[in-house]
């Protein structure tokens, strides 16, 4: 019998030890939360929402940052900006530079004008958007690689100016499932690191979301990339954070949980279903300020 010469796959406890890095989050608390109109497929104004509920659920995410040593900063939420909880899409900031947002609908427009003072007043240079962008609901980097959605929200043309302003390559990538509107909600970013292992899976992404040259760039960018399914996908579990070993997603994305234990993280679910009324979810209530 002909003696095999493959390696066998490494094993977990052989894979290159995961690093929880510290990160400094913008919040902003859901005091006005409700639904009152229908911008996105998962908003019903005839479904009651609890304010209450959704401040105590928010409050969980917010103590689990916390406890994990990262540091959050606070944004006041705006009566009648009930969507200002989903702080992710109210800019993208990298090297101390805030590009702003500019919302494609008009419930959400004075969000925009409202985080840019809020950069400014906390010491970041501001960038004034030109072209219509949510911020880093359709913009994540990864490595020195910016991920830039397209399709429901976010103009193209608003990569080019992001690829402008910080001087990075920008990956355009559209979305085709108005489910999935935000690029958070199809990609999750699992390492900021370019520099990984073989088995890094420096993204989770749900490939039915992406039209498919978008699905052959990613397949080639990211081969080892995690493939989450439509079940754990449509309860945004998509939507989460890592800080490389620790990734805080939601609580019923159970397949995605597996997945991520199976490659070396450590998922901690949250249950954020009252905030899921209003189409979001772990990330978008989250966004990274990088100094």
């Known amino acids: 019998m002909p003696v095999s010469t493959q390696l066998p796959l490494p094993l977990a406890a052989e894979r290159r030890e ?4 510290p990160h400094t989050y913008l919040m902003c608390r859901p005091d006005y939360f409700t639904v009152t109109y229908k911008i996105n497929p998962w908003m019903d104004p005839a479904i009651p929402t609890d304010t209450n509920l959704a401040l105590a659920q928010w409050q969980t995410l917010y103590d689990t940052f916390i406890a994990l040593g990262h540091t959050v900063e606070l944004i006041d939420q705006i009566d009648g900006l009930p969507d200002m909880v ?3 899409n109210g800019g993208f900031v990298i090297d101390n530079l805030a590009y702003g947002a500019r919302f494609t609908h008009p419930e959400r427009q004075a969000e925009g004008p409202a985080y840019m003072r809020w950069f400014a007043s906390a010491g970041f240079t501001v960038a004034e958007p030109q072209n219509v962008n949510e911020g880093e609901g359709d913009f994540m980097l990864v490595g020195n690689t910016i991920l830039a959605g397209t399709g429901f929200r976010s103009a193209s043309n608003s ?3 992001v690829a402008g302003l910080y001087d990075r390559e920008v990956v ?3 979305l085709v499932n108005p489910n999935f509107y935000h690029l958070d ?6 390492n900021e690191s370019a520099d990984e292992a073989p088995d ?3 993204i989770a992404y749900l490939p039915s979301a992406f039209d498919a040259p978008s699905r052959a760039e990613l397949e080639r960018r990211y081969p080892d990339a995690i493939l989450v399914s439509e079940a754990d996908a449509a309860v945004l ?3 989460s954070i890592s800080d490389g ?3 805080v997603i939601a609580s019923r994305a159970t397949g995605f949980e597996e997945q991520l234990r199976e490659r070396g993280y450590n998922p901690i679910g949250v249950d954020l279903s009252e905030l899921l009324l209003g189409g979001g979810g772990v990330k978008c209530c989250t966004l990274e300020l990088r100094r």
């Open 18 to 21: 995961r690093l929880a890095k």
């Open 86 to 88: 989903y702080s992710a």
């Open 159 to 161: 990569h080019e100016e």
């Open 172 to 174: 355009t990538l559209t």
């Open 185 to 190: 909600t199809a990609i999750a970013v699992l």
């Open 200 to 202: 890094a899976a420096t």
């Open 237 to 239: 579990g998509l939507n």
């Open 245 to 247: 070993y620790n990734v």
